[in-house]
């Protein structure tokens, strides 16, 4: 097993930490700790611990379920150790030990514990990937949902909460009580100004609990805008045990990523931050350029090619860009309806970075999974298209490419392919929503759903019957036919 005790006996091949995890104490509390935050804030902070060894990470888990209760053991029993190997599209491998995270914590089990963490002055950021959904923002009133029911809970318990906003706000409380400083609070997730949007929640929430703490917060914490970027599937057992027969590990946590990573950030910090630019993140003064292009290109055109492969019965991404008909619609969806409106940052050439996006998911070494990209889409569409369908709209300008993306994902929530084979999608956003809409033979009801909410203040009475009849022909001819039928 992957342990401190045993880091010595890797094959050599395997880059280990250049320093001591023993000597290195935690700056950072991470909430959410998924594959993405293992392959990307880890691999930055892992770089610079070396120098700075006062950035150390605890992780915490705010999702109480069997798998995370095992995960959380498996991060004890390795001393929060795990591989990340780093493939290129050519074939090329490199595997690292990382060392970075030093606790994992699940809130569930000791949320005191994790209190106690946050409320520590030796901790001076709180980073977090935990979704596009997770900021509990309502699309429609764009505020903070105060209606939500784990939210109203901790308004009511704020000293025992169970929900990040709860779990931050009573740690500043605390801190502001015990003549602290506040800690940045630092979004990692694919949002359009990430750390607006986390401002607004965490604001929200402490408006409605307490406004004088609500105004200190805002004075002292500060929540830097970021794009971040690393492609990281699922890891399957199949797939983890291929990783360790290739790096000679014993790890039950390794993780997987393209070679590629970014990371682009405002420089704003409340309490100071490492020299992240040395392990390469990229400073600037607004990133907002850089997140459109990120979400508008890249993550849009994840979903826009996802949705109709589970159709078809693709699992990998790698597969269904080689697909000659899906690519070509999102080569048309990207240089047709998000490049004209897009403003390139500087340096940056949108007709290469389509290129690179394209090149990035065509990576046969990860076999990126389409029902991955898939899930929670209700949050994504919301997140990834809505500027675009708006900018259509409003331009009154052809929206058959987005009217085949809508059909192909309401079909796709049906859960059967054109080979007549199941599958589950996941969807946290629709546990309220009625099942009928989905499964309605009337092809027009799932337009009702949330996904669509952002732009049903404008007219969309002739995206919506392209909808209909793109899904019509999907049912009935399957999805080549439909994108047959768009315009060429
Ligand atoms: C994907 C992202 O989940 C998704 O929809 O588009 O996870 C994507 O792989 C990352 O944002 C890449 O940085």
């Excluded at 190997?85 to 030093?102: H, N, Q």
């Excluded at 401002?199 to 409605?208: H, I, P, S, V």
């Excluded at 850089?290 to 990998?316: C, D, Q, T, W």
């Excluded at 309220?432 to 732009?455: N, R």
């Amino acid at each position: 097993m992957l342990t401190l005790e045993n880091i010595g006996k890797v094959s050599s091949s395997v880059h280990l930490p250049d320093y001591n995890p023993l000597d290195i104490k935690a700056g950072i509390v991470h909430f959410g700790v998924g594959n993405f935050f293992r392959a990307h804030e880890a691999l930055y902070i892992d770089k610079i611990l070396k120098a700075e060894p006062t950035w150390g990470i605890i992780g915490v888990g705010l999702t109480d379920s069997d798998h995370s209760r095992k995960k959380a053991a498996m991060f004890k029993a390795q001393d929060c150790l795990y591989s990340l190997t780093e493939c290129a599209p050519g074939g090329a491998r490199t595997v690292r030990v990382i060392a970075a995270l030093r606790d994992y914590l699940l809130a569930a089990q000791d949320p005191q514990k994790v209190l106690e963490h946050l409320s520590h002055p030796d901790i001076r950021i709180v980073s977090m990937t935990i979704t596009e959904g997770g900021y509990n923002i309502n699309e429609v009133t764009g505020a903070f949902d105060l209606d939500n029911h784990a939210v109203r809970r901790d308004l009511q318990n704020p000293e025992n909460p169970a929900t990040i906003f709860g779990y931050v706000v009573a740690a500043l409380r605390r801190r502001r009580d015990a003549g602290l400083k506040a800690f940045t609070i630092m979004s990692c997730d694919n949002l359009r100004h990430n750390g607006d949007v986390a401002r607004k929640a965490f604001l929200g929430f402490a408006q409605a609990h307490d406004p004088e703490l609500a105004e200190w917060i805002a004075h002292n914490a500060t929540f830097p805008n970021a794009m971040v970027d690393r492609i990281t599937p699922t890891v399957t057992p199949d797939c983890a045990q291929q990783l360790n027969t290739a790096s000679g590990l014993e790890d039950d946590l390794p993780v997987v990523a393209e070679d590629f990573h970014q990371w682009v950030l405002e420089d704003s910090f409340a309490d100071g931050r490492p020299d992240l630019a040395h392990a390469g993140v990229q400073f600037v003064k607004d990133v907002t350029d850089y997140e459109h292009v990120k979400i508008r290109m890249l993550n849009a055109s994840h979903i826009m090619l996802s949705f109709p492969a589970i159709l078809l019965g693709y699992a990998h991404v790698d597969q269904a860009v080689k697909d000659p008909a899906l690519k070509q619609n999102v080569e048309n969806f990207l240089n047709r309806d998000v490049i004209p409106t897009l403003k390139a940052p500087p340096g940056v050439d949108l007709q290469e970075y389509m290129q690179s996006v394209l090149s990035r998911f065509s990576n046969p070494a990860m076999a990126d999974q389409t029902l991955r990209i898939a899930s929670d889409g209700c949050a994504k569409i919301q997140v990834f298209w809505t500027e675009t369908v708006r900018k259509l709209l409003l331009g009154n300008k052809d929206c058959s490419r987005m009217a085949f993306g809508m059909a192909a994902y309401l079909e796709m929530l049906r859960g059967v392919n054109a080979l007549g084979q199941t599958y589950t999608t996941s969807e946290p956003a629709y546990a309220q929503v009625p099942e009928a809409l989905i499964h309605s033979d009337d092809y027009a009801a799932g337009l009702k759903l949330p996904a669509f909410d952002a732009w049903r203040d404008l007219d969309s009475s002739v995206l919506d019957r392209e909808v209909i009849e793109l899904r019509k022909i999907i049912r009935s001819q399957g999805v080549l036919a439909a994108l047959a039928t768009l315009p060429a």
